[in-house]
């Protein structure tokens, strides 16, 4: 949840730390305001910051949340809304 991203960017810093920390978040963010938000909090905690975009078409996607169970699994609705 954003919550708890937000949780992780106020962790002090690590002086001893070698490799850099790095946090996904795996979610739709299809409203340029919620990448921007996330932007803002990687921004703000000094940490690079990058997106990506994984395209995937709607019978494929129709097909793996058909394989998922329980809330794991998205309505269908909301597939087809997005897609």
Do not use: F
């Not at 305001?33 to 975009?53: C, K, P, V």
């Amino acid at each position: 949840s954003l919550d708890r991203l937000r949780a992780a960017c106020a962790l002090p810093r690590d002086p001893h730390r070698t490799r850099p920390r790095i946090v996904v978040a795996d979610d739709n963010n299809p409203l340029r305001s919620m990448r921007h938000e996330l932007y803002q909090l990687a921004r703000d905690a000094g940490w690079a910051y990058a997106t990506g975009h994984v395209d995937c078409g709607v019978a494929e996607c129709e097909r793996r949340n058909a394989a998922r169970e329980g809330r794991a699994r998205v309505p269908d609705e909301t597939i087809a809304k997005m897609a």
